[in-house]
């Protein structure tokens, strides 16, 4: 994505005076549907449902067919949840837009109760970049805040399973790295240079290639 305003959503309210956008994108429906949403682990187990009913049928004396026949009948079940999850990950990543400008990173989501979370760049400790195979990854924010959001209204834009301090992320972000990198010159502007640090670490979806250990770099 280009820096022309043009090419820019709209804002929930205009931008002082000075401030200016860095970049804009939303979550890849991909890695919302896999890694979010778990559509895979959700289709397998459909799979080995249907699987395990056709084994049990023809161990009870179906002839094979009709124990295909008779397990095929979970299809449509899994159809239906397949196709709501895929609607829900489509919502969502159409309510979602990620900013980051020259003072601050602003998340855009919610689908019934369009939401803005405002995250100052001066507030943020530290991100970890977790970059999969695609090229695509996640960028969390730890944030100086008392006052955090609550996981749930932050899912899926919060790192997973940090439930007791939330931590907002950027979510299957596109092109994570060039992302990352205007992050860094965003913060770099802003806070002192030993303030924040960026992580990449070994990702561990399936998607995700192998990545060094643990090797920092410096954001601000």
């Not at 820096?3 to 890695?31: C, H, M, N």
Request: aromatic share 8%; net charge positive; hydrophobic share 45%.
């Amino acid at each position: 994505m280009t820096d022309a305003p043009s090419q820019f959503r709209e804002l929930p309210s205009p931008l002082p005076e000075g401030e200016r956008v860095i970049w804009q994108g939303k979550p890849t429906y991909k890695g919302l549907a896999i890694r979010s949403f778990h559509m895979r682990a959700v289709a397998i187990y459909f799979a080995l449902l249907i699987a395990w009913k056709a084994w049990s049928n023809w161990s009870q004396g179906q002839s094979p067919a009709e124990a295909l026949m008779s397990a095929s009948t979970l299809l449509i079940p899994a159809a239906v949840g397949l196709g709501l999850l895929a609607l829900l990950v489509w919502l969502f990543r159409r309510a979602t837009c990620y900013t980051i400008t020259s003072k601050r990173v602003l998340l855009q989501m919610g689908v019934a109760l369009p939401i803005t979370i405002n995250i100052p760049l001066t507030r943020i400790a530290n991100a970890d970049l977790r970059r999969n195979r695609d090229g695509s990854g996640d960028i969390p924010l730890r944030i100086i805040d008392d006052k955090r959001a609550s996981y749930v209204l932050l899912w899926p834009h919060v790192r997973p399973w940090y439930i007791n301090k939330p931590e907002p992320m950027l979510n299957s972000v596109p092109d994570v790295a060039t992302v990352a990198a205007k992050l860094t010159e965003a913060v770099k502007a802003q806070t002192d240079s030993s303030a924040v640090a960026i992580v990449q670490s070994n990702s561990s979806g399936p998607e995700d290639g192998p990545l060094p250990s643990s090797t920092a770099t410096a954001v601000a």
